[in-house]
């Protein structure tokens, strides 16, 4: 299972990918589109900038912006800064895989398959993407 910290690190790479307009974005700014404390928005910024995803532009005018355009990254690559590991089970967060049970385990098949399927998922949708669907969604969001 995603963990809250692995959704807001998209959600922020989103947001600031398409609120930046080239120019730093704060967490407060982001905190208030998003709706996620400023607090833990500091958490998952810290991981992200030491992954170096983010750029961290200190002073009165400081804020974050993306450290690669954002065809460059993968909702994967997000993921496992945030997360660590999009394994589904402990067997197969290590390669080779260092299970005594693994040559009779009758469902490794199984999640080995599963696992595949995300990372082949997530490693295929890339930031600009997700940023092309926000700037659809609020372009198409009108308010009478």
């Not at 660590?84 to 049970?101: E, F, M, S, V, Y």
């Amino acid at each position: 299972m995603i963990s809250t910290k692995g959704r807001y690190a998209l959600r922020m790479m989103i947001d600031i990918g398409a609120y930046s307009n080239g120019e730093v974005v704060t967490l407060k700014e982001i905190s208030k589109r998003q709706e996620i404390s400023v607090k833990y928005l500091e958490q998952v910024v810290s991981l992200l900038v030491k992954q170096g995803f983010l750029i961290s532009v200190r002073g009165n005018n400081g804020g974050y912006m993306l450290a690669k355009e954002p065809k460059l990254y993968t909702a994967g690559d997000i993921l496992r800064a945030a997360e660590g590991t999009l394994a589904p089970i402990a067997c197969l967060q290590c390669d080779p895989i260092k299970c005594d049970r693994v040559d009779r385990c009758s469902t490794i098949d199984f999640w080995k398959g599963y696992y595949k399927a995300i990372t082949d998922y997530v490693d295929n949708i890339t930031l600009e993407d997700m940023i092309n669907n926000e700037l659809a969604r609020i372009g198409n969001d009108y308010n009478i």
